[in-house]
C-alpha cells in the first residue's frame, strides 16, 4: 500500500519559517517526480514546488513563482522530499500536501499527480 506522510506542519509568525517533510512508502520512487502542493481556505489547490527526476540519483527543483526565492525543496533520496519555507506569509496559510508522480516534465497540474499524502497544516499568523 503506497503511502505518503507528511510532517512539519504548525502555527508560526509571519516572517519565520517551517521546514515539512514527506516519506514515502510502499512503492519505488526514485523515478518519481515529488513535491508539494497547497490549498488555502476556500481555494482550488495549487502547485507550489517539485523535484523532478531526470537520471539516477539526479532531480531537478521547479518552484512556483510565489515561492521562489523563499522557499527550498530537496530530496534526501528517493523516498524523502522536504521544503524549507522561508519568509512566511499569511497568504502562505494552506493546508500543505506532499504528492508524487510518473508524468513527464514539470508536474503543476493536479490530475497529473498519482499519489497524495493526507496534508499538513501551515498557519502564518500576522
Known amino acids: 500500500q503506497v503511502q505518503l506522510v507528511e510532517s512539519g506542519g504548525g502555527l508560526v509568525q509571519a516572517g519565520g519559517s517551517l521546514k515539512l517533510s514527506c516519506a514515502a512508502s510502499?512503492?519505488?520512487?526514485?523515478?518519481?517526480?515529488m513535491g508539494w502542493f497547497r490549498q488555502a481556505p476556500g481555494k482550488e489547490r495549487e502547485y507550489v514546488a517539485q523535484?523532478?527526476?531526470?537520471?539516477?540519483?539526479?532531480?531537478?527543483a521547479d518552484y512556483a513563482p510565489s515561492v521562489k526565492g523563499r522557499f527550498a525543496i530537496s530530496r534526501k533520496d528517493a523516498d524523502t522530499v522536504s521544503l524549507q519555507m522561508n519568509s512566511l506569509e499569511s497568504e502562505d496559510t494552506a493546508v500543505y500536501y506532499c504528492?508524487?508522480?510518473?508524468?513527464?516534465?514539470?508536474?503543476?497540474?493536479?490530475?497529473?499527480?498519482?499519489?497524495w499524502g493526507q496534508g499538513t497544516l501551515v498557519t502564518v499568523s500576522s
Open positions: 510502499g512503492h519505488t520512487f526514485s523515478a518519481y517526480t
Open positions: 504528492a508524487a508522480s510518473r508524468a513527464p516534465g514539470i508536474v503543476t497540474r493536479i490530475v497529473e499527480v498519482d499519489y
Open positions: 523535484t523532478r527526476w531526470i537520471a539516477v540519483n539526479t532531480y531537478e
